[in-house]
């Protein structure tokens, strides 16, 4: 390199972004992310359709299945094995709707215990329900209570006082 020329070297310490004058930068912003995104939406929408469609027809041809063995056991005469099969898959589904019904009572009765709590986004009351939620066990009188046997209003208090948890929430306004 001739001496006569200065390299170029970048400034570490002033790497900050230059001002914004026009005030609607972020909205053009917003909206040029929503149209490149636009196409990728519509793509995955399209694919869980698909997967949606799949998981039913799957289901159904499991109801077939069992129906159609079913059928077969009792063609034979062997009507016990016939009805412990339907009992087997009556069972079982009824596990899983008793699971989603115990959920779905867990889910609703904490989202009442956050809906008093000033969150800064849904998002953010989004993360608390499963930060909280992976805590909690159920005990056998159906209460819910944390894996230390704290009861769910008090750990929703405890959750929320947490300095940890604060940028979960909107900052308090400060009268001074």
């Known amino acids: ?63 077939k299945l069992s ?38 009572t867990r889910d609703s009765q904490l989202q009442a215990m956050l809906g008093g709590l000033p969150f800064r986004t849904d998002k953010a009351r989004q993360q608390a329900l499963r930060e909280i939620t992976a805590d909690l066990r159920q005990t056998s009188d159906g209460t819910w209570v944390t894996k230390d046997g704290a009861d769910l209003s008090t750990y929703v208090k405890t959750y929320s006082d947490d300095p940890e948890n604060t940028y979960l929430f909107k900052p308090q306004a400060s009268s001074g």
């Open 1 to 63: 390199m001739p001496d006569n020329i200065d390299p170029i070297v970048p400034d570490d310490n002033n790497l900050s972004p230059a001002p914004n004058n026009d005030p609607d930068l972020d909205k053009k912003i917003e909206a040029l992310v929503a149209e490149r995104l636009k196409d990728i939406k519509g793509r995955l929408d399209a694919v869980y359709g698909e997967r949606d469609t799949y998981k039913k027809q799957a289901a159904e041809m499991a109801d």
């Open 67 to 104: 129906k159609a063995e079913r059928d077969r056991l009792v063609a034979e005469g062997k009507e016990l094995e016939a009805l412990k099969l339907q009992l087997t898959e009556v069972e079982a589904k009824n596990s899983e709707l008793q699971s989603n019904l115990v959920a779905a």
